[in-house]
């Protein structure tokens, strides 16, 4: 299972990020916790279709489970799609992974 959080910072002291398929970073983490890899959401600044676009990104990668503070509707269906599960959450990255795992 690979974790991702969409999140405002690389680093594990960074927040949440609202818009999941917008978020400028991904981290992703093992079903451990151990951090896996930081990726620069290539769609942030898409004009139009970033949600199937960043939930390729995110299946691509191996995604099972993508965290952030906010999905639309149209992301939630793309991440379905895919076999992609999904988790509100808010708070530092370092936090809400913990919760994911435990």
């Given at each position: 299972m690979t974790i991702a959080i969409a999140a405002t910072a690389p680093e594990l002291n960074g927040q949440i990020?609202?818009?999941?398929a917008r978020a400028p970073f991904y981290l992703l983490f093992d079903e451990q916790g151990n951090?896996?890899?930081v990726l620069a959401n290539p769609v942030v600044q898409a004009e139009g279709?970033?949600?199937p676009r960043a939930a390729l990104f995110l299946a691509d990668k191996g995604v099972t489970l993508l965290a952030?503070?906010?999905f639309g509707s149209r992301?939630?269906?793309?991440?379905e799609e895919r076999g992609i599960n999904h988790a509100l959450m808010s708070g530092l990255v370092s936090d809400v992974i913990?919760?994911?795992i435990s």
């Amino acid at each position: 299972m690979t974790i991702a959080i969409a999140a405002t910072a690389p680093e594990l002291n960074g927040q949440i990020a609202m818009h999941g398929a917008r978020a400028p970073f991904y981290l992703l983490f093992d079903e451990q916790g151990n951090m896996l890899e930081v990726l620069a959401n290539p769609v942030v600044q898409a004009e139009g279709g970033a949600a199937p676009r960043a939930a390729l990104f995110l299946a691509d990668k191996g995604v099972t489970l993508l965290a952030a503070g906010d999905f639309g509707s149209r992301f939630v269906s793309e991440l379905e799609e895919r076999g992609i599960n999904h988790a509100l959450m808010s708070g530092l990255v370092s936090d809400v992974i913990v919760e994911l795992i435990s």
